[in-house]
C-alpha cells in the first residue's frame, strides 16, 4: 500500500480549522504546564514568584497573558551557574540523547539537551514543507553541512529518517567536493544555509559543471532568509540548480518551528510541535492577523528543557488563519522573519525595524545588494534615509522611478515614508555581512535608550 | 476526524498501554530500549491524531534520576 501521492504528510492535521487547533492546543499547554510544575527547578521558581499556578490556565488568552514569559537569558544565566545546563532540565540525565548549542553569534552558546522523542517530533516539523513541495521518501538528501553541535541540519537529519528517505553526508567536504559528490551519488535534495548553496554554485561554475542539468530537483534551506523570505534568493536558487527551493524556520533550542509553504512567500508554524502568538513588544498585548510583532512560542518538540512563552525576539507579520493560497491551515508567518525586536528605531512616530526595511529593499529589482540604511536623529525623532545603488545595466534616466518603487513598497507595508537617495553605481562599501548596511549616526544615549524600548 | 479515526486512535491507546505495561515488567536493558522506543512512536502516533495520553510517555525519567518504572 503507497500514500506517497498524498498532497500532505499529514492531511487530517494539516486542515484542521482554527477553532479545533487551538482546543487542541489549550489541552496540550495544560499538560506541558503541568509537567514543567512537576519536574523543572527553575519553572516553578519563575511561576512561583510571579504567583503563577498551572491551574490559573483556562483558556489560550489566560495562556499568552497570565504564563510568566521566559528569555534566553534566563537560561544562559543558570547554565553558566550550574553547567551544563542548571535546573532547567525536565528529565534524568540518562533520557538526555543528544546535545546541541545556539551559534553564539550574539554572546554565550546556549546549551540544548533533547530526549531521543524530542528528536523525532523535532525532525519532524520538517517534513510537512518537504512533502507539500513534493519531496517523498524515494528522494535522496545530500547534507552540505559539517555536522557540529548547531542544532538546524541535525533535525533534518532526524527529519530525513522519519521521512524514510535517503541520507548522504557530505560532512568535512570541500565546497568542490561537494560539486563532485552531487554529480556522483546524484542526490535529488540539497540541504545547506542559502548562502552556501549560491557558494556551491559559484564553485561550479568555476569547474566548468552546470548544476542545473544536474540529479537536484529540489534545494532546502535554513539558518538564514532563504527563497520564501527574499524573491532574489529564490530566483538565483531556482534557476542556478534547476530545482524548485524550500526554506524552514527554525529556532535552534525551540524546534524547526515554521516549514515552508508550498507558495513560497512565507512558512507556516509547525503546529503539531509547538504553540506560538504574536506580541507588541513594548505593551506585550496580542496584535491582530496581519500586525508585525514578536513571535512568542511554546514548544512541544523539547521534554528536556522545556520553553514556555518563550521570547524569539523575531518579528513576524503573522495570521492565524493565512491567507497564502495554499490549503494548509496552520498560522503563517508572511515573509517569514521581518527583523529583530531588540533592533528597532521610530520614525516619524511609526515603530520601524531596519531589518524589515533591508529585506523589502533587497526585493526591488534593479537594486544591487550594495546600500546603506542613515539613522540620524532630527529633535526628538529619528530619521532613517536610503542611501541605494542601481545595478550597474539600470541607465540613469530609470534611477529616480527605482529609489520611488523602493520609498513606495516601505510606505505600504512598514506604513512611513522613508527618503531615498540614489549613489552611482559601484560607489557604496563593500561589505560581506548585512548588518553593516545600517550606519547608525545618532548619539549613544538615543541608541541604548531605543534598544531598550525594543522589548529587552 | 477522518473516517476510521475514532478507532484508530482507541486501538493505539490499547496499545500504548500494552505496551507500558511490558516495559514495566521487563528487566532486559536491550529488550526495555525497543519497549521504549514503540511507547515513543505509538505516543506520537496518538498525538499526530488529536490524541495524547500526556506530554511525553510514562517511562520518562525525574530530574534527579529516578525512573517511572
Ligand atoms: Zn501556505
Redesign the pocket.
Same mark, same amino acid.
Given at each position: 500500500m503507497s500514500h506517497s501521492g498524498a498532497e500532505h504528510w499529514n492531511q487530517w492535521a494539516e486542515t484542521l480549522n482554527r477553532e479545533e487547533l487551538d482546543a487542541l492546543h489549550l489541552r496540550r499547554l495544560k499538560r506541558v504546564l503541568d509537567y514543567a510544575w512537576a519536574r523543572s527547578a527553575f519553572y516553578r521558581q519563575h511561576w512561583q514568584r510571579a504567583g503563577f499556578h498551572p491551574d490559573m490556565v483556562q483558556s489560550l488568552d489566560d495562556f499568552k497573558h497570565r504564563v510568566p514569559l521566559t528569555d534566553k537569558q534566563d537560561f544562559l544565566q543558570m547554565q553558566e551557574d550550574f553547567p551544563p545546563y542548571g535546573p532547567t532540565v525536565a528529565v534524568g540525565a540518562a533520557d538526555i540523547s543528544h546535545h546541541a548549542e545556539t551559534s553564539g553569534s550574539t554572546g554565550l552558546p546556549l546549551r540544548i539537551p533533547f530526549t531521543d522523542y524530542d528528536t523525532e517530533r523535532y525532525g519532524e516539523s520538517w517534513i510537512y514543507g518537504w512533502w507539500?513541495l513534493g519531496i517523498r521518501p524515494h528522494d535522496s538528501f545530500y547534507f552540505a553541512f559539517n555536522w557540529g553541535n548547531y542544532a538546524g541540519f541535525w533535525s533534518a537529519y532526524w527529519g530525513v529518517r522519519r521521512l524514510g528517505a535517503t541520507v548522504y553526508s557530505g560532512g568535512g567536504q570541500t565546497t568542490e567536493q561537494h560539486v563532485r559528490n552531487i554529480l556522483g551519488l546524484k542526490p535529488t535534495v540539497l540541504i545547506s544555509t542559502p548562502s552556501y548553496a549560491l557558494r556551491i554554485l559559484e564553485a561550479a561554475r568555476e569547474m566548468g559543471i552546470d548544476l542545473s542539468a544536474s540529479s537536484l530537483r529540489f534545494t532546502y534551506h535554513a539558518g538564514e532568509p532563504g527563497p520564501c523570505s527574499l524573491a532574489s534568493v529564490r530566483r538565483k536558487l531556482d534557476e542556478g540548480f534547476g530545482a524548485i527551493s524550500g526554506e524552514l524556520l527554525g529556532i535552534a533550542e525551540v524546534d524547526a518551528v515554521a516549514p515552508g509553504?508550498?507558495?513560497r512567500? *512565507?512558512?507556516?508554524m509547525s503546529e503539531m510541535s509547538n504553540f506560538s502568538w504574536s506580541m507588541d513588544p513594548r505593551s506585550h498585548e496580542e496584535v491582530a492577523d496581519g500586525v508585525i510583532a514578536e513571535n512568542v512560542v511554546t514548544t512541544y518538540a523539547n521534554s528536556a528543557q522545556p520553553l514556555i512563552n518563550y521570547r524569539t525576539h523575531d518579528l513576524v507579520r503573522a495570521y492565524n488563519r493565512?491567507p497564502? *493560497?495554499?490549503?494548509?491551515t496552520?498560522r503563517?508567518l508572511d515573509g517569514v522573519v521581518l527583523g529583530r525586536s531588540d533592533y528597532m528605531v521610530t520614525v516619524k512616530g511609526t515603530n520601524v525595524y531596519p531589518a524589515a526595511v533591508e529585506n523589502l529593499i533587497s526585493d526591488v529589482p534593479g537594486v544591487s545588494p550594495y546600500f546603506q540604511l542613515i539613522l540620524s536623529r532630527e529633535g526628538s525623532f529619528d530619521e532613517l534615509l536610503i542611501r541605494l545603488e542601481p545595478d550597474s545595466h539600470i541607465s540613469s534616466q530609470e534611477w529616480d522611478g527605482i529609489a520611488e518603487e523602493v520609498v513606495r513598497r516601505i510606505k505600504d507595508v512598514v506604513g512611513v515614508r522613508l527618503r531615498a537617495e540614489v549613489a552611482a553605481p559601484g560607489s557604496l562599501p563593500r561589505h560581506d555581512l548585512k548588518a553593516e548596511r545600517i550606519v547608525d549616526l545618532r548619539r549613544d544615549e538615543f541608541r541604548r535608550e531605543l534598544d531598550r524600548q525594543g522589548g529587552q | 476526524m477522518v473516517n476510521g479515526q475514532a478507532k484508530a486512535v482507541d486501538d493505539l491507546g490499547r496499545l500504548y498501554e500494552a505496551t507500558r505495561d511490558l516495559l514495566a515488567q521487563t528487566d532486559v536493558p536491550a529488550v526495555r530500549q525497543c519497549l521504549r522506543t514503540s511507547l515513543n512512536n505509538l505516543h506520537w502516533a496518538l498525538w499526530l491524531m488529536g490524541a495524547e495520553p500526556s506530554f511525553v510517555p510514562d517511562y520518562v525519567s525525574l530530574p534527579d534520576g529516578r525512573q517511572a518504572f
Open positions: 507539500v509553504c508550498r507558495l512567500h *512565507g512558512v507556516h493565512p497564502c *493560497g495554499c490549503d494548509m496552520w503563517y | -
